[in-house]
């Protein structure tokens, strides 16, 4: 599977090479050997992950996976992705839930314009252009080739839409969506009332480069309400404390 569904994206007709494709053999298997030694667990996933276009480090691919599979249960887990562009995130979370019963990533995503007309003509306007697919369809392609379109279903809409009839509880929740301030804010408030005790809420680009998630989560994700920050690279994340937990932090500041 893995090794056909590498070729089939890279023959896409809006695919770049992204192995190397000057690499000499032996630079080429160093580079695989470096991300397997890196990347024990799911350096195949993360390859995969590297032929979709987006932004993404290898070591945030890895978590992501980690996060897929080890805070969600084995029957029934709902992983929610806001901001999926074409895929690149949902594969590593779609990748951490085989195996499990009936399990779910819903991908929240207009698939058209960012919701900041800047941010449209800055960061994706160009890379649009080369398209010959729409930004839906290479998402669902995308999801096709890696074996996960069963898990990996595509939302389509704004965030601020979608969580306006949304019901289902959630296990883990990944914004990544517009990154303003007040857009980041707005996603953290309004879909986090459906995150699960003891689920686990994650932000992409909160190193301080982006200051909207940087700024939610220095501000949100503290006690009693959640556990410690974790980080790596740019992803950080965060457990939803259970109401144990929270009555034991509320009693030790004498709250």
């Not at 089939?8 to 030694?37: I, V």
């Not at 649009?128 to 890696?146: A, G, P, V, W, Y």
């Not at 965060?238 to 030790?252: G, N, Y």
């Given at each position: 599977?893995?090794?056909?569904?590498?070729?089939?994206?890279?023959?896409?007709?809006?695919?770049?090479?992204?192995?190397?494709?000057?690499?000499?053999?032996?630079?080429?298997w160093?580079r695989?050997?470096?991300?397997?030694?890196?990347?024990p667990?799911?350096w195949?996933?993360?390859l995969?992950?590297?032929?979709?276009?987006?932004?993404?480090?290898?070591?945030?691919?890895?978590?992501?996976?980690?996060?897929?599979?080890?805070?969600?249960?084995?029957?029934?887990?709902?992983v929610?992705?806001?901001?999926?562009w074409?895929g690149?995130s949902?594969?590593?979370?779609?990748?951490?839930?085989?195996?499990?019963?009936?399990?779910?990533l819903?991908?929240?995503?207009?698939?058209?314009?960012?919701?900041?007309?800047?941010?449209?003509?800055?960061?994706?306007?160009?890379?649009?252009?080369?398209?010959?697919?729409?930004?839906?369809?290479?998402?669902?392609?995308n999801?096709?080739?890696?074996?996960?379109?069963?898990?990996?279903?595509?939302?389509?809409?704004?965030?601020?839409?979608?969580v306006?009839?949304?019901?289902?509880?959630i296990?883990?929740l990944?914004?990544?969506?517009?990154?303003?301030?007040?857009?980041?804010?707005?996603?953290?408030?309004t879909?986090?009332?459906?995150?699960?005790?003891?689920?686990?809420?994650?932000?992409?680009?909160?190193?301080g480069?982006?200051?909207?998630?940087?700024?939610?989560?220095?501000?949100?994700?503290?006690?009693?309400?959640?556990?410690?920050?974790?980080a790596?690279?740019?992803?950080?994340?965060?457990?939803?404390?259970?109401?144990?937990?929270?009555?034991?932090?509320?009693?030790?500041?004498?709250?």
């Amino acid at each position: 599977m893995f090794i056909d569904s590498c070729f089939r994206l890279l023959r896409s007709p809006d695919r770049k090479l992204r192995l190397g494709t000057f690499l000499q053999p032996a630079q080429l298997w160093n580079r695989l050997s470096a991300l397997k030694q890196n990347c024990p667990e799911t350096w195949k996933w993360v390859l995969l992950s590297r032929q979709i276009q987006g932004w993404l480090a290898d070591g945030e691919a890895d978590q992501l996976f980690k996060l897929a599979r080890g805070f969600t249960p084995h029957s029934d887990p709902v992983v929610v992705e806001l901001g999926s562009w074409k895929g690149k995130s949902s594969v590593m979370l779609a990748a951490g839930l085989i195996g499990k019963q009936n399990p779910k990533l819903f991908c929240v995503d207009p698939f058209g314009c960012d919701e900041n007309a800047e941010y449209q003509q800055k960061y994706y306007a160009a890379l649009l252009e080369e398209d010959r697919r729409s930004i839906e369809d290479t998402f669902r392609h995308n999801m096709k080739i890696c074996e996960v379109i069963s898990i990996a279903q595509p939302v389509k809409g704004y965030s601020f839409d979608i969580v306006r009839t949304w019901t289902t509880p959630i296990d883990v929740l990944f914004i990544d969506a517009s990154h303003e301030y007040p857009a980041v804010l707005r996603d953290f408030e309004t879909w986090l009332e459906f995150l699960k005790q003891d689920g686990v809420i994650a932000f992409h680009d909160a190193n301080g480069k982006w200051p909207g998630p940087t700024r939610v989560v220095q501000e949100k994700l503290h006690p009693p309400k959640f556990g410690p920050v974790n980080a790596v690279d740019t992803l950080a994340w965060a457990v939803m404390a259970s109401k144990r937990e929270k009555d034991k932090k509320s009693e030790e500041v004498g709250v």
